[in-house]
């Protein structure tokens, strides 16, 4: 072995003496402790900005200093930002009639439910600081007019509409939770034309046709139940009024006018109230896969029915904060792992994002216990409590934006956990260059109950087995507070979970610790599984000995989303020459990447950290996806139409998709981002090239 590989392998042996083991932090987790975490974060409403939010804060970075007093190198920051939020102070929704009635009669007025009520089975929901049932930044106003029904919401539920010759314009949308995020439901409805937008929950989504409904035997939500949320929708993440910079209390920020916030009032009901307004249409018939889970049709329209929706919300700008804790590396401090979850909810949040947030406590406690212990990780460890998650993903964005390119050189990885513990079935998203190491973490993780590993519970698809040692790993998407660190600053992301709990009490009123344990346990044994499988990967990903960047990981993953873009091409019946040739070239880069990774792991050189970290940092550009800059990882990026889906290879897959044969400029831009990738894929090459003959 080379001189410089044998002093590299010394030095990085000695960095190991102090590192965390995987499999022992990974069982250190206390049932009692989380169950103690979640009653102390669920004991009030805590929407951002509000009072609630500010114990929840101080609660935090009490919970923080007491588990780290006298360790050294543990620090606690309380960091304020000072965002535009929302808050509602009315709403109202009625059926007022049928035309032909006498003007001003206000007779078969009937006033739908905007909130869920008391259940003598859970006196927290009887707490004062519970809000009525609203979707945050709807546009103040009244409304009334006739009832459009749109099914999801889609961009393609609106064309269908126009198909089927029903015109939105001047009504009122009702469209169901589901298909997309809820803000595209309120901008779709606006650009279509319509003057108001109710969203509801579908009984065969989540309600009566899945189980017993809360708290009558079961757990899914009942006819009352609402799901409030945020509708925001801007072209970047963070506080609407300062994109791309940190949102101090005196930064500089936009004129609200200038920012695309929904301008129609929008409200949402539970099923019941929904029902209610269905029953009473009778136009054409809804096509049958729009139907849900109600006994009444599901039609169109009726111009006969009138609804009145009335909203008034205030905005301004208020102050929350993230709670940040950091235990220094033993060895190589400047180097980080992130952890994160929010600590804001629409109301107690004891599901979102409480079954997540205490797990992260969790294992703070636990990599603090061992620090006291005289074990430390190499790196850093970043302990993160997200505030105002819920309004737009906040608080993570205001952290990677207030320092992007320092995270981007010494960030290893984020990993993200957003109302994880929800059941006993492991699963999630991870960037491509993290599964291999992810995959090591989970071997050495306890399984649901301490019961085999937690990779051999790892959910391939739908409920689906391990195959072969080799889990399925989804691609990371919107909605939640790794978009920040994977898709603006380029730190390779997991977002981690496990599900399988029968119920649902999302974004309601009846979020609470009593539904949270009749629902997914007592005993907290699905979140001493995420906390293990978070430890677990936390102290794998914070040893020097490697760099946890796979070579062979990111070239497989480069293969499947060309063959992926091939497929769409020709499904539109656009040239895939160029498409299969880059596939082509990928697909030759897999032995290479296979003999880098090899060489790397049995002779590491003191080059080969600088030349791995390239292949993830290769991918960001300063000019980001057309028409969304922000996003400056061209590696993914959020769906420009659902929020929620991932975009991977953004550039690439929305030239694709806005492509026509008939279109010669929608084909030149096709060229120009085939060239972009096509020079990417070769750089790929020449860097795993170098890592594979380097000695």
Known sequence: MPITALLATALLALDAAATVDPASIARASDPARLAAFHELLASEPHVAGTPGD??????????????????????????????LLTRPVKARLEIVGVEGEPAGSRRGVLALGVTEPNLAIDPQTAHPDLDIAWNAWSGSGIAEAGAVYVNFGRREDFAKLKELGIDPRGKIALARYGGNFRGYKAKFAEEAGCVGLVIFTDPGDSGFTKGKTWPEGGSWANAECVQRGSLITTEYVGDPLTPGHFASKDAERLDIASVALPKIPVQPIGYGAAQQILMRMHGAASPKEWHGGLTCDYAL????????????????VARTANIIARLKGATRPDEQVIVGAHHDAWCFGAADPLAGTICMLESARGFCDAAREGRRADRTLVFCAWGAEEYGIFGSSEFVERDTESLARNAVAYINLDMAAMGLKPGGAVSPTLRASITKALAAAPGPRGVGSALDAWAKGKDAALDAGKPQYGDLGGGSDHVAFWCHAGVPSISLSAGGSEGTSYHSNYDTVAWYRATVGADYAAARLVTGMASAMLAELGDARSEHISATALVDDCVVQAD????????????????VALSKSLADLRARASAADARIASAPTATDAANLRELKSMWLAHGGVEGRPWFRNLYAATDRYSGYATEPWPLLREAVEDASPDAPESLKRLDRATDLYVQLAAELATRVGALAAAK
């Open 54 to 83: 500010a114990r929840n804060i101080e609660r935090i970075a009490d919970a923080f200093r007491k588990m780290g007093a006298g360790i050294d190198g543990f620090e606690v920051e309380v960091q304020e930002f000072f965002p």
């Open 301 to 316: 329209d009726d111009p006969r029915l009138k609804l009145r929706i009335e909203v008034e919300q205030t905005r301004a």
């Open 564 to 579: 992926r873009l091939v497929k769409l091409a020709a499904e539109s019946k656009l040239p895939t020459e160029r498409l």
